[in-house]
């Protein structure tokens, strides 16, 4: 087989594991072999046979095929079997599981400690009691854990444990833009979660099982105890990648907005350089001692890590270099590559949609094939300025597309950030791999060597803070389509391969902008939504009124940073036009500081109650200028009015397009029996929100809503009866997810679900 075939191949391969995207995809791979066996040929005729393109068909439609086997499935006994009806439906579900510990114990944003459980017994806990389940006999599967920090301490990979917490079933996003939870824990190999309260342990071994965890941890330790906090656990991050290394997620997060993340990636650099010091040391044995010896390193260096996919890729490139380094034969960059993604794949397809490893090929290629061509632009700077530009400017239009696609995001201050921040970077990685080695032999030497690296890696913090505090360091822009990204990166390649393209480099550029731009602008001076987001407590809404934007509450600081903040970003919006808080609960003031951290807010009403709350959550040095909403007077805001029907309990209307909105916040009839007179007086209404508690059936005669949004994971049951009298559409956000309304299309949830699947009490 020659080459062009090979790559053929291995191209189909990966399209056909792509194509699992899409429900029809393996049968369009190999409707596209089939058609390219027959067309091709008669115009290419030096190209490849027809027996290659068909042989490509199948082999795209085989890889699909062997990616749904490989898509782990929960067994008949494994433990998210065992997760009762009553605590999907809100319910907790307090059990004791037993297993053995199968990774690290990580930090969570939520400042929990998180480790996968390889289980292996279930009980039940019934009245503070341990109380065997009837599936006592034994379970399986991996589970996900999260614990208190301090039940964490002293956990390591091997220990037989036990975790009594709350067993749960994790949800798909429930919200446009946010995680989905479910989906990665399936591609890990895991269907439930547990939220530990209590860890207690089994016969403690005499002697701690051995492991690279072992190994990590000793150079972690080395590094951070002269290094400090967060300087040590940057530098370990920077040498073994930040999935081994608990790095604080404040400095994290400034790494990601200044467009320095793939700083603290363990990948292709380190394996450069961990070569580039073999061979410079071996040079005086023979090539298949040093074959061996570099082997060896890269083995060693890729356990470490964890086997992060980006890593391993970078690991598998590294041995096709010693391979044709031991053969004597010149290195083909770009096939190696394909190759190496290709056997990674191989061993695990779904990597596939591991964001790593794709932004890690992307960024690979990006230097691959970008890199000479920019050098050569640069030729009037000396060599060493023109490769340090040429690096982050190769790579930028290779991974931007990418990032638009699953952020929405652009980092302007990208390419200048990598370009200032190369050498430090470079510094830091070689001494910390050097301080890596020698804490193994002697971990204060370890410390020591590491030390020296305090001021570059203060220079490097400093700098990511700059970048990252920087107006518009980072612009939202929507997320992009599966179209647009295909055709972005089908500008790329003709620009990268097509000479005509190359020399024109500038309107593929312009075509790119307007592919993404055009089609923004169009959403957003068209687009009139409303969006009930999925919360817990308090309840969120959001207006697009065709470019402006109108926030109602913020929730708590978990919901600002995990809901409406990542929704607000994938819709493209960089400032809040109008905002309102009309409840007075002090969680309002860390989830506003959220969002203000990231938007601008030009107007945010307030009303009495909520007035004292956002002001002292705001007397530190942080400006905000605040409007009191009238009490009983409409407040027109874009298309939109509102108007503050009662201060305590808060009650407020919405007259959006020709409906009518009220959202009752908090609302019991039973203590706010004054209340219930006005909003008797009030017309009846098009949408009812609230927090779904009981309300008087006399109360929703007098409203006679068309449609019931209730922000709750359970309603009350009568209720649910007397809407259901009325014919009244009922949603729910814990059990839709965020439910949207445009005038054209109506209501539509974001999950697709039955009223019988959770949440609503008959």
Known sequence: MNLANGVILSLAYILGLLSTGSPWGKYGILGLGIGAAIVLPRFWRTGPKSRVWLAAGIVGWLAALYFQVRVPQPAPNDISKFVSAQNIRGQEQVVTVQGKIATPPRLTQSQRSQFWLEASKLNEVKNGENKPADVSQGVTGKLYVTVPLLQATGLYPGQEIAVTGVLYKPKPAANPGAFDFQAYLKREGGFAGLSGRQVSFANE???????????????????????????????????????????????????????????????????????????????????????????????????????????????????????????????????????????????????????????????????????????????????????????????????????LYVFGLVSPYSILANIISTPLISIISIGGIISALASLIWPLAGSALAWLLYYPTQWLILLVQFFSQLPGNSVAVGTISVLQLLTLYGLIALASLSKWWRRRWWFAGLIAASLVVVPVWQTKVTLFRVTVLSTTGEPVLVIQDKGQVMLINSGDATTASFTVLPFLQQQGVNEIDWAVAFNSQPSLRSGWSKILERLLIKTLYVNNAALGSINAGYSQGVPLQTMRLPLGQSVPVGSTSIKLISDQPPVLQLQISNQTWLLLGNFKPEEDGKKLGIIKQLPPTQVLWWSGERLQADLLKQLQPKVAIAASATIDPETTQELRKNKTQLYSTDRDGAIQWTPSGGFETTLEATENDLGINY
């Open 205 to 403: 071994p005499e002697k701690r099982p051995w492991g690279f965890w072992t190994i990590r941890r000793r150079i972690i330790q080395s590094q951070v105890r002269w290094l400090g906090s967060p300087e040590g656990q940057l530098v370990s991050s920077m040498v073994l990648g930040n999935q081994a290394v608990d790095l604080p997620y404040d400095v994290r997060n400034k790494f990601i907005q200044s467009g320095l993340a793939h700083a603290l990636a363990a990948s292709g650099f380190q394996i450069s350089l961990i070569l580039g010091v073999v061979v410079a040391l071996t040079q005086r044995f023979s090539v298949r001692t040093q074959f061996i010896i570099g082997f060896g390193a890269l083995i060693v260096f890729v356990g470490l890590t964890g086997l992060q996919p980006s890593v391993v890729r970078a690991g598998v490139m590294g041995v096709g270099a010693l391979i044709a380094l031991a053969m004597q034969r010149k290195v083909k960059p770009v096939s190696s590559l394909l190759l190496a993604a290709t056997l990674l794949l191989l061993f695990n397809p779904l990597w596939i949609w591991d964001l790593g490893f794709q932004l890690s090929f992307l960024a690979t290629l990006g230097l691959l094939v970008a890199v000479p061509a920019v050098t050569k632009w640069l030729d009037w700077l000396p060599p060493a300025i023109a490769s340090l530009i040429a690096l982050p400017i190769a790579v930028f239009p290779w991974v931007l597309p990418l990032q």
